[in-house]
């Protein structure tokens, strides 16, 4: 299972609960899309999950600056991401980004509002914010391999008390 996050924005924690502290313990593969915000909160993701790529926010001090890119390339189950926190201009940066690096999706974060959008020339996943969620639902996204083998993945929403709100898949 991959497991998408963001927005953590903690000085000392994770404040990682519920269901989304059992899916980043259980992932094969979690992305972080950026604003851990303090490095002792990355050190922690790191100790928690199994695999962790990620990317920094534009809230992170410098010594997260220092360990993580701004945008880096991941692929789970023959679906390749590209994951930035933000892009400023919008979908169509984000979208312009991804066809730059060969992508089948684009993983962001910053707005703190889950969603999934598959209505322009590529997808795009923001997991949303499972600690700081700012009047939207707190939230993480998990992918699972297609269980017919094929080059996809399927997806949910979900709170860290477990409830599933959206549910999408992802293909090349």
Not at 8 to 24: F, I, M, P
Not at 36 to 57: I, N, W
């Amino acid at each position: 299972m991959l497991v998408v996050v963001s927005d953590t924005h903690s000085r000392e924690e994770t404040k990682l609960q519920g269901r989304t502290a059992e899916a980043v313990r259980e992932a094969d593969l979690v992305v972080h899309a950026g604003d851990f915000y303090r490095e002792p909160v990355l050190d922690g993701f790191e100790s928690a999950a199994r695999r962790l790529r990620a990317v920094y926010g534009n809230n992170a001090d410098a010594a997260v600056r220092d360990r993580l890119p701004e945008v880096l390339t991941a692929e789970y189950a023959g679906v390749r991401f590209t994951v930035t926190h933000r892009h400023r201009s919008g979908d169509t940066g984000l979208v312009m980004l991804g066809r730059e690096r060969d992508a089948d999706a684009v993983i962001c974060g910053h707005s703190h509002r889950p969603r999934f959008d598959d209505s322009g020339a590529l997808p795009i996943l923001n997991p949303g914010s499972h600690a700081q969620p700012r009047g939207n639902r707190p939230a993480h996204a998990e992918l699972e391999p297609d269980s017919e083998g094929e080059p996809a993945l399927d997806g949910r929403l979900v709170t860290p008390a477990g409830e599933v709100f959206e549910e999408f898949r992802i293909a090349p």
